[in-house]
């Protein structure tokens, strides 16, 4: 069956990792994939007929209705989202405007222009959503959001689940944790500064604040085969908790990074408070994604392998 597919946020990390999948697969060649994206650099070329690119703004409702109708969408995995921290804590009007208005914008014109062709949305989250409630989180764990970032997933994720159960659209909520791989272009994460500030021979820090967090990571290979499982076998209005390869600390994660480059210096922890205080223990119980058929390839271990041979953060 054809499928026309719409990636929002096509820039990122996501949705650069979920395009190069999707060409690779037979049954989406006789289908356009549409890339939304909202930077002001060119998006990355792939050479593919198929491949239509758009800039575009998520708070332009009628170009998302034009993008859908004119290039009769059947599935669209949405992903657009400011998700650095610091700067939706710094400017929280631009944050709620991009993720949840965005997003309102976006199911909106599915219902008005969509409901006969679009077969699919996968809606990304957060494992953030969850805020400071107790973990292991499920989909059932109650959210609890403070700050601003976890509080425009958590409206993001209450949007999606109004548009499922009102209006009937074909929807599915992914709760993502902390993603890795080569590629990632934002190098602020933890995992890409660690591998540089050793490849420049530099000491890794970690901040006294969050040293001791507990993080689930996921590889984003394995998170893109639960995406592409999610809508094969998901019954619209189901919400997954994606996990990764189990929970670490962030000084632990640091010192296994350092240990599989064999680097031996030491690390840096330095005395400086976050701007707001995170839960220490953001773990995840992935158990209903496992019973839909989904596990990950690849170990905490091979992933930063995969990481630290990469040539992105040389």
């Known amino acids: 069956m054809k499928n026309n597919i719409l990636i929002t946020g096509a820039a990122g990390f996501m949705g650069l ?22 930077h002001n650099k060119p998006i990355r070329s792939y050479g593919a ?32 989202s400011n998700s650095i921290l610091k700067e939706c804590f ?11 208005m965005g997003t309102v914008n976006l199911l909106e014109a599915v219902r008005t222009v969509g409901m006969e062709t679009v077969r699919k949305i996968i809606v990304s989250t957060s494992s953030k959503v969850y805020g400071d409630t107790p973990s292991p989180y499920t989909e ?17 994720d209450i949007v999606a689940q109004n ?8 929807i599915n909520i992914i709760r ?4 890795y791989g080569p590629n990632d272009s934002n190098i602020s994460r933890v995992i890409p500064t660690t591998i540089r500030s050793v490849n420049n021979g530099e000491r890794p820090q970690v901040y006294s604040s969050v040293k001791d967090a507990i993080r689930e990571f996921v590889y984003v290979d394995d998170l893109i085969d639960a995406i592409l499982l999610i809508e094969e076998k998901a019954k619209n209005g189901e919400i997954f908790c994606i996990g990764g390869s189990g929970a670490i600390s962030i000084n632990s994660l640091v010192e296994k990074i350092c240990s599989l480059m064999g680097y031996d210096g030491g ?9 707001f205080q995170e839960s220490k223990d953001q773990s995840i119980d992935d158990s209903r994604l ?22 992105t953060y040389r």
Not at 23 to 34: E, F, N, Q, R
Not at 163 to 170: Q, V
Request: with cysteine.
């Open 267 to 275: 690390i840096e922890i330095v005395e400086k408070l976050g701007f």
């Open 163 to 170: 548009y499922f159960s009102s209006y009937n659209l074909p």
């Open 49 to 80: 007929d198929n491949v239509v690119a758009i800039k575009g703004d998520l708070n332009d409702y009628d170009s998302l209705c034009e993008i859908i109708s004119v290039h009769e969408i059947n599935t669209i995995y949405h992903f657009a």
């Open 140 to 156: 059932e764990t109650l959210l609890k959001p403070k700050y601003t970032y976890e509080c425009t997933k958590a409206c993001q």
């Open 290 to 311: 496992r019973e839909l058929g989904w596990r990950p390839n690849f170990t905490l271990d091979q992933g930063l392998i995969e990481c630290i041979e990469s040539e």
């Open 17 to 38: 990792s979920l395009t190069s999948r999707l060409l690779k697969l037979d049954d989406t060649k006789d289908g356009k994939i549409v890339l939304l994206y909202h």
């Open 90 to 100: 710094d400017e929280p009007v631009r944050a709620y405007m991009n993720n949840v």
């Open 176 to 179: 993502c944790p902390n993603l």
